[in-house]
């Protein structure tokens, strides 16, 4: 093994062997290629790119629907909620409907249901957080038998037979529980808590229905396993940290399984026990009982290299972490895992002792660009910081320098906060970091003069701007954080592997918790909040930094797509989301004002094709759908959606005709498909 590095903001090694081998440049899009789309995220590097030329610059506006499949046969969704993109192999879509996250199959030319899976009920399901966040299924053939794989909300996996939705046979074990099958399933928790001191210190048996007890913490899935060289791995997903109140909570532990068997094959411990790399980042005992630093968006790998790149998020809890002191391992980082072994081969760290709920929240992205004439394999994070991370996917060399750059401290009793943070120095930031007084709308003196009255109740400040308790002796509300997301699940990243140009979607916005002691919020019957231990400070009244007059209080624009040269790290261009929404547009205290395009208040769904870049304008943008030229970001064509886009976009080629899919959503359609093909 390669000695690590010691220092914080580089890598900490990587494994020999097979993963430092000599291999030829990973295919990244093979499947979408070839007019499949095996993986959420079109390839295992999730690139979200299709291959495909059938559509065009010339014949997009010729563009009909073809079908629609309704979510809302699935139970009741909420508006927004439900994200899944379909995966589409051997001539049929598969994807996730509703909150119990039923397993469909669908006919790809007609959206005729041919199948469907659901899971039994378990008050682990009642207590589920992120039910409808599934965002699709996992696929893998064995034995020349296709097989779909599946992590439900109560947090058992599943191995459904492709061509019928029965569970597998032989595979996994027997669930006691009435209704469940008897093989084909997994239950997961008990692999997950087996070698954890708490559970271990529990005093009572496990209850399959129940799962983890609440004391000790809770634990769901918000994205499908990926399957990786006959491995099924599996992350997770905690409650959201801004409801915690608490200080305890099971650790998001990374998992594999054989994908033939079901049989558990490890393990990786993303709060470092002792002994374990990491492990002295973590003080005051915090990681005995601290949990969470789950993987809630989505893995992606490279089976070439046999690695799985995990994006995880902060630890318990958000916007406190004055009982965890320490920069705490292995939260908010980039994870890259050997899938044979579970072992560590780097990871990097993106945010510090994480309180600003600055999780990664998108898939890493890998591809193969030209640097300074030389071939690299690299794998892009793009955070709600407004970074591109980037890195050798191999080794986890920074690609371009990052640089670790102090950053203000905290005045919140207890806090301890690193006094520095990595800032990549390539690429550009792709979105506004940090708000002054120059960065408020200006279309009127007026709006401009609330904007400033507005503005002065909070602590404005730069990226990595510390929260401030209320009650701070200086009178001020609260603080504000910018962004709040710059990058986020509801627009995941895409990129085109044939060029290297990565395409971001990216919102501005702006957040001010309001921080206060966690007993004053706490609600014992709030299936939402976990633990025994009251946190000092906790999270009340989110987001109520608001601009004048029902309008943003920053300038425009709201929401654009960035693309960005990953050969050189330069941005190429950048376009709005949609055009300026009629709420600003015909705004009353707008009117006679030119207003520049300000985009939509949403994240774009977006998705590459060899000759165009896709987008739908997101959960508040209007039911459009655009095509963009790849090298100038010009919009060339738009068409009529039945409603908004979210999150899932993919196409596929079927009988000879290639379709766009777009998962849709709106008060008559939640969590439903459109297909679109030419006429």
């Known amino acids: 093994m390669l000695a690590c590095n010691a220092a914080r903001f580089l890598i900490a090694c990587a494994l020999a062997g097979a993963v430092l081998a000599p291999a030829q440049a990973a295919a990244q899009a093979d499947g979408a290629a070839a007019g499949e789309w095996r993986y959420i995220g079109g390839d295992a590097g999730h690139t979200r790119y299709s291959g495909l030329d059938q559509i065009n610059a010339g014949n997009f506006e010729e563009l009909e629907v073809a079908w629609v ?21 051997d001539g049929v879509l598969y994807t996730v409907a509703g909150e119990r996250r039923t397993v469909v199959a669908i006919e790809p030319a007609t959206g005729e249901t041919l199948w469907t899976y659901r899971e039994p009920h378990t008050t682990r399901f009642d207590r589920g957080m992120r039910n409808g966040y599934g965002k699709g299924v996992a696929y893998a053939e064995i034995d020349g038998r296709g097989v779909i794989y599946i992590i439900s909300p109560a947090f058992f996996l599943y ?95 990374i998992m594999g399984y054989d994908a033939r068997t079901g049989e558990h094959l490890w393990k990786f411990h993303v709060i470092p026990r002792p002994g374990e790399f990491g492990h002295e980042t973590w003080e005051n005992d915090a990681w005995q009982w601290t949990g969470d630093i789950s993987s ?75 640097v300074d004439g030389r071939l690299r394999e690299i794998v892009v994070q793009t955070t709600k910081q407004g970074w591109a991370f980037t890195f050798d996917r191999v080794t986890g060399e920074p690609i371009w320098p990052i640089e670790e750059r102090p950053v203000p401290q905290s005045e919140v009793p207890g806090e301890r906060l690193s006094p520095t943070q990595p800032m990549p120095t390539r690429p550009a930031a792709f979105e506004m970091q940090g708000l002054t007084e120059d960065d408020l709308i200006d279309f009127t003196p007026e709006l401009r003069a609330e904007a400033l009255e507005i503005a002065g109740n909070y602590r404005l400040g730069p990226i990595f701007n510390p929260p401030i308790q209320r009650g701070h ?28 140009i990565l395409y971001v979607s990216t919102r501005r916005g702006c957040r001010s918790e309001n921080i206060v002691p966690g007993s004053l919020i706490d609600e014992p019957n709030d299936i939402k909040t976990t633990g025994r231990t009251f946190a000092d400070f ?77 987008t739908a304008e997101g959960i508040a943008g209007a039911p459009r759908l655009h095509a963009l030229d790849k090298r100038t970001g010009e919009r060339i064509g738009t068409v009529d959606l039945p409603a908004s886009g979210q999150y899932g976009m993919m196409g596929y080629l079927h009988e000879g005709r290639q379709y766009i899919v777009v998962q849709v959503a709106g008060p008559d359609l939640p969590g439903s498909l459109a297909a679109l093909r030419l006429p």
């Not at 905690?238 to 608490?246: C, V």
């Not at 954080?481 to 990058?487: D, H, Q």
């Not at 986020?488 to 990129?495: E, L, Q, S, W």
């Open 296 to 370: 809630w968006a989505p893995i992606s790998a490279d089976p070439a290299r046999g690695l799985v790149y995990v994006p995880t998020n902060p630890p318990t809890i958000d916007f406190y972490g004055g009982f965890r002191p320490g920069d705490g391992l292995f939260g908010t980082s980039v994870i890259a895992l050997d899938v044979a072994t579970g072992e560590r081969a780097w990871h990097f760290q993106t945010v510090h002792h994480d309180i600003w709920n600055y999780d990664n929240p998108t898939a890493p992205v890998t591809l193969n660009v030209t």
């Open 69 to 89: 499949w309704r979510g809302d046969n699935f139970g009741p969704g909420v508006l927004g909620v439900s994200r899944a993109t379909p995966i589409y192999v």
């Open 538 to 614: 906790a999270v009340l009244n989110r987001g109520d930094f608001r601009g004048p007059r029902g309008l943003p209080i920053f300038k425009p624009p709201y929401s654009r797509i960035v693309a960005i040269d990953m050969n050189t790290g330069e941005h190429l261009w950048e376009t709005p989301n949609g055009d300026t929404p009629d709420n600003i547009r015909n705004h009353p205290a707008l009117q006679g004002v030119d207003i520049p395009n300000t985009g939509r208040l949403a994240h774009a769904v977006t998705m590459v094709t060899k000759t165009l870049v896709i």
């Open 159 to 253: 191995a459904l037979d492709a061509r019928t939705g029965r569970p597998l046979e032989n595979w996994g074990e027997a669930v006691p529980l009435p209704g469940f099958p008897q093989s084909g399933v997994v239950d997961l928790v008990p692999d997950l808590i087996r070698d954890w001191g708490p559970w271990q210190s529990w005093d009572g048996p496990y209850d399959a229905d129940f799962g983890i007890p609440r004391e000790l913490g809770h634990i769901t899935s918000s994205s499908p396993p990926i399957v990786v060289n006959g491995v099924v791995v599996v992350g997770n997903s905690a409650e959201q940290g801004y409801y915690q109140t608490r200080i305890e909570n099971v650790p998001g532990d």
């Open 473 to 500: 002796p200086s009178g001020l509300r609260s603080f504000v954080s910018c962004p709040n997301g710059a990058s986020n699940i509801f627009g995941p990243t895409a990129a085109d592997p044939e060029t290297g």
